[in-house]
């Protein structure tokens, strides 16, 4: 079993979390000396590095609070929709398989494919629907704040 340590500062966890991704652009671009302290067969592919969600807002990450990072495997069947909601963090989403239109309140909808990853909208209300009829399954990870939520349902606009 992995003993993992508990950060007690949002700096600490911060800092963790860089040190990550650090070690994860170094093994995936073959630079750097951390990398070859690992096995050959580790190969590492970034698959999102943003600095906005996607309708182009600054991620801002919330300072009220302890942190508290959320993932989730989110299963939606055909037909399915995720219901009018909006995210009170930055939240980041992977398409593991099927294809997720999502629509804006009062703006665009954008299309998500098997194998796309991008950061949700934050503060803004939006509805995930399945396309076709293969299932949606994707992961979901919210940058969130202990015992709050980081998803709020709201009224479909009529």
Not at 40 to 53: C, F, H, S
Not at 99 to 126: N, S, Y
Not at 134 to 148: C, I, Y
Request: contains cysteine; hydrophobic residues 40%.
């Amino acid at each position: 079993m992995h003993s993992f340590p508990r950060f007690r500062s949002r700096f600490a966890l911060v800092a963790a979390f860089a040190a990550g991704l650090t070690f994860l652009n170094t093994a995936a671009n073959g630079r750097g000396e951390s990398a070859a302290e690992y096995s050959k067969a580790v190969r590492a592919t970034t698959i999102l590095r943003t600095t906005t969600d996607v309708a182009g807002a600054s991620l801002a990450y919330p300072t009220q609070g302890e942190a508290e990072v959320s993932g989730l495997v989110v299963e939606l069947p055909p037909g399915g929709e995720t219901g009018w909601h909006h995210h009170t963090v930055p939240c980041f989403a992977y398409i593991l398989s099927g294809e997720i239109a999502v629509t804006q309140k009062d703006g665009p909808t954008r299309t998500f494919r098997a194998g796309d990853a991008f950061a949700e909208l934050v503060g803004l209300e939006h509805n995930g629907r399945t396309v076709g009829t293969t299932p949606v399954r994707l992961v979901f990870f919210a940058a969130g704040v202990k015992g709050q939520p980081f998803t709020v349902k709201t009224a479909a606009p009529q």
